[in-house]
């Protein structure tokens, strides 16, 4: 299975990345195929709702001309997109909001003259978010919105996995974290092979 992960981190060994070191290890171990794009490393610009893309149903076809084209290359040869994420002020930071607003466009070909189709109908989809606040009160909205855009795009919505940070005296990272990004790796391949 090609997997891609984007991820929204601004910190190179944050939460997000210790979780996500051994969920990646165990989708090597599975014998997945995956890539990591590091979004603060890309110059990805907002959408400017231009509708450019509309006039191409063949290809993701933004006319805007930054560093998005590669990453959305790899997600539409992407069995599988995981949107890795800490959580600032109850959503995601501002990279992967950028890129959901243009893939959102880019993908889904409903916004021109005429109606037509998503490119990346039946993707599957699964979050990997840490936040500071409980997961059902700190990730809810974002995941509540990630759903509705995966509904919207005819993607496939699989899971979240989610652990929180108690505070910034607190050591985050201990094996049952990692344990439980392993059986989410283990979970949503399986969830998507299916």
């Given amino acids: 299975m090609k997997i891609t992960i984007l991820m929204s981190s601004p910190r190179k060994n944050g939460n997000t ?99 037509g189709p998503s490119l990346w109908a039946g993707k599957k989809v699964a979050l990997f978010v840490t936040c500071g606040y409980k997961p059902e009160h700190g990730a809810d909205l974002f995941e509540e919105g990630i759903k509705r855009y995966c509904k919207h795009s005819k993607l496939q919505y699989l899971s979240m996995f989610a652990e929180r940070h108690l505070g910034y005296k607190t050591v985050f990272m201990d094996d049952k974290k990692a344990d439980h990004a392993r059986a989410f790796a283990r979970e949503i391949t399986e969830t998507a092979e299916a």
């Fill in 17 to 115: 990345k210790q979780c996500l070191d051994p969920f990646c290890d165990e989708l090597k171990n599975l014998g997945h195929e995956y890539q990591i794009f590091w979004l603060y490393d890309y110059q990805i610009d907002p959408c400017y709702a231009c509708r450019g893309c509309q006039k191409d149903w063949q290809h993701f076809a933004c006319v805007r001309r930054d560093d998005l084209e590669p990453i959305a290359d790899a997600v539409f040869a992407s069995d599988l997109i995981v949107l890795a994420t800490p959580i600032y002020s109850w959503y995601c930071p501002g990279p992967m909001k950028n890129v959901l607003d243009r893939f959102v466009y880019g993908f889904n070909k409903y916004y021109g003259d005429e109606v």
